[in-house]
């Protein structure tokens, strides 16, 4: 079995800072790339920002310049710094990983998400 847990959500001023964490755990034998995706009511899920194994990242237009993704591979966390932070940031925010279990099986999980809320 393996769970994603997001934490670090919550309520914030425009101009403020959040950091999420997502961890994972259970059966892994090695993550490849982590993700943040965000989804806004009445808005369709984007992808915020991933990083590879490596640490080659990509981030959203929208984002560049004040989120940042990190990762502790030995930690099987990934964060997302968000700075600057913006009433339309305002979204539930989940993290998705490429895992390899144990098993061999090669397959995608997803966290519960957490909210994050931007206040103007």
């Known amino acids: 079995q393996v769970q994603l847990v997001e934490s670090g959500g919550g309520v914030v001023q425009a101009g403020g800072s959040l950091r999420l964490s997502c961890a994972a755990s259970?059966?892994?034998?090695?993550?490849?790339?982590m993700s943040w995706y965000r989804q806004a009511p009445g808005k369709q899920r984007e992808l915020v920002a991933l990083i590879t194994r490596r640490g080659v990242t990509n981030y959203a237009d929208s984002v560049k310049g004040r989120f940042t993704i990190s990762r502790d591979n030995a930690k099987n966390t990934v964060y997302l710094q968000m700075n600057s932070l913006k009433p339309e940031d305002t979204a539930v925010y989940s993290c998705?990983?490429?895992?390899?279990?144990?098993?061999?099986?090669?397959?995608?999980?997803w966290g519960q998400g957490t909210q994050v809320t931007v206040s103007s």
């Open positions: 998705a990983g490429n895992l390899v279990r144990f098993d061999g099986v090669k397959d995608d999980y």
């Open positions: 259970g059966s892994i034998f090695s993550i490849n790339t």
